[in-house]
């Protein structure tokens, strides 16, 4: 795994208004680390989807204090996926054995494929509760990311719109907990002759249920990462 540090970005708002989603951005500059990640073989997930058209997705992702048991890793996200050609952007929360966010073992994650590797950008974050979301930019046909609908990185991901919502949990090696970790308020973006609004998911199928890992299911906006 490649380690490049020091990636900058720019720190903006999300502003929403009457429903419809626009773009703004400050000056102010904070750090974030950003790495080359290989295919990590052997993963286990615990997703849902929903197969239709969007242009970005939010949710609320609960925080826990998980034990890896000697695993690699315990990773709880939201994502837009483009089936084919194969693209997507994902973002959430991510706990490692390696203290690659800034020195610490638990960060907010963005993950990218763009036709190619998988890329991602660690921040900084607090433990607890956090929304995260992203939204497609017609402007520059970039996704941007929002913690707390704080801006937080812009990214070209190389297409426009996802067919498939997705979310849930991931680990490395199979020993790690998930432990229930509650992903709920689950939105997807809509485009509407050009205005971009939040809709609710409203529903879900499985999408990758690897034992010992699956989800249960809350309502039509939420469900739980359950693992041992």
């Known amino acids: 795994m490649e380690i490049s540090i020091a990636r900058m970005f720019w720190l903006g708002i999300l502003v929403l ?3 419809s989603i626009l773009y703004a951005t400050t ?10 990640l290989t295919p990590q073989v052997g993963s ?11 242009y970005g997705a939010r949710a609320l992702i609960q925080w826990k204090k998980l034990n890896l ?15 084919a050609p194969w693209r997507f952007v994902e973002f959430g929360w991510w706990k490692n054995s390696l203290g690659l966010c800034s020195g610490t073992n638990t960060c907010a994650y963005i993950v990218y494929n763009a036709g190619g590797l ?9 433990s607890a509760d956090h929304t995260y979301a992203f939204q497609y930019n017609p402007n520059d046909g970039e996704y941007y990311f929002y913690l707390d609908d704080a801006y937080v990185w812009h990214q070209d991901a190389n297409f426009l719109s996802g067919t498939r919502v997705a979310a849930g ?3 490395g090696l199979g020993v790690e907990q998930m432990k229930d970790v509650h992903i709920s308020n689950l939105l997807y973006i809509k485009n509407n002759a050009g205005v ?4 609710d998911l409203n529903g879900y199928v499985d ?7 699956s989800n249960t299911d809350g309502g039509p906006n939420d469900f739980f990462d359950h693992g041992p």
């Open 69 to 83: 048991n000697d695993g690699r890793f315990s990773y709880h996200r939201v994502a837009t996926i483009q089936a």
């Open 196 to 199: 971009f609004s939040y809709q």
């Open 207 to 213: 999408y990758q249920q690897d034992a010992p890992y």
């Open 17 to 19: 208004m009457s429903g």
């Open 118 to 126: 998988d890329y991602s950008i660690a921040i900084p974050m607090t």
């Open 169 to 171: 949990g991931e680990v």
């Open 27 to 36: 000056g102010s500059r904070i750090q974030a680390d950003t790495l080359n």
């Open 44 to 54: 286990h997930n615990a997703q849902q989807k929903k197969e239709l058209v969007n």
